[in-house]
């Protein structure tokens, strides 16, 4: 079975400093990749996704993401971050099609708090 | 905003009633998805429908049950209730449900079982 693991349950960085958040994931091929935002009272937003191609993926806000086959990772960066950044962030993996069903799986989160 | 619309935003309940949660999914999506997302769980994929039609099952529990309307709305109807359904549930739409295609979120509903 598929699983999603975010090491960090909570990361405090002060404005204008660089961000990683670490995710690890647990799947028998190369699934989808996903990063999601969720802000206060929110739902989800997707940040960026990476399905084939070139491991370094653009998203918005800012943020990039780096799929490293070799870890099993696919660790979310952001350069310089704001303070609109603080939110809670899900990596989460999907299956390939043939899987038959194609609901994501996630991480238990990361919630970001940023220092002024 | 997602265009994913749920409804109630906050239901308050007591233990051993039914309930009863809407979402319509984005305009031209097909697939709708539903998630609980709990304190202790995290977020837990419950049930997946694809244009009428359930398509895949997580983690639902038998006193859940779920449909999906012609007009590709759906609803999630959780009985029994018991203090550990408080959750936030997410419904979520694709635009095919096949292949890996992006899943939109709704703002979710807060059940508070008492």
């Known amino acids: 079975a598929q699983s999603v693991t975010q090491p960090d349950i909570h990361i405090t960085v002060s404005e204008g400093a660089s961000l990683e958040l670490r995710c690890n994931y647990s799947?028998?091929?190369?699934?989808?990749l996903f990063w999601y935002v969720q802000s206060p009272g929110q739902g989800l937003q997707l940040l960026l996704k990476?399905?084939?191609?070139?491991?370094l993926v653009q998203g918005i806000k800012g943020f990039e993401a780096e799929f490293k086959r070799s870890q099993s990772s696919f660790n979310l960066r952001k350069p310089s971050v704001h303070w609109s950044d603080a939110a809670e962030y899900f990596c989460?993996?999907?299956?390939?099609?043939?899987?038959?069903?194609?609901?994501?799986?996630f991480g238990k989160g990361t919630k970001l708090s940023v220092i002024p | 905003d997602s265009g994913v619309t749920q409804t109630p935003k906050h239901l308050i309940t007591a233990t051993g009633q039914r309930v009863t949660l809407r979402c319509s999914p984005r305009?031209?999506?097909?697939?709708v998805y539903w998630y609980q997302q709990s304190l202790d769980q995290g977020l837990q994929f419950l049930i997946q429908y694809y244009n009428g039609e359930e398509r895949a099952k997580g983690n639902i529990l038998e006193r859940f049950s779920a449909q999906q309307f012609p007009d590709l709305h759906s609803e999630l109807n959780l009985s029994s209730l018991e203090l550990g359904d408080s959750a936030l549930y997410f419904c979520?739409?694709?635009?095919?449900?096949?292949?890996?295609?992006?899943?939109?979120f709704g703002p979710g509903t807060r059940l508070t079982v008492t």
């Open positions: 305009s031209g999506d097909l697939s």
């Open positions: 989460a993996v999907g299956p390939r099609p043939g899987a038959g069903s194609y609901q994501l799986t």
């Open positions: 979520a739409s694709s635009e095919k449900g096949q292949g890996m295609d992006e899943q939109y």
């Open positions: 990476y399905f084939s191609g070139d491991t």
């Open positions: 799947y028998g091929a190369t699934p989808y």
